[in-house]
């Protein structure tokens, strides 16, 4: 959006550009039936500001649904990690 992509243009390419380049757009790209279900549900509309993006309510992923407490704990976690890591 800041290079003066719309943002459906950027969503668009955030999320079908790669399936699409791959020949994937059966399996990815899209929300339907037998599509993987992999979705990150936001709190506001990123049609309407981009930045919205940023705000992540909660995340699909291989069936699996994570939070934002469930995701705030993956964080914190790596961080530690990292941090752990650094320190050796």
Known sequence: VKEGLSAPQ???AATRSGPAWFGQMDRY???AQG???DLVLLTANPLRDIAATEKIDSVILRGNVYDRAALD???ADTKAKVAAWNAE
Request: charged letters at 15%; zero cysteines; hydrophobic letters at 60%.
């Open 73 to 75: 704990k993956m964080l």
């Open 10 to 12: 950027a969503l668009s």
């Open 35 to 37: 599509k993987a279900a």
């Open 29 to 31: 790209g899209g929300i």
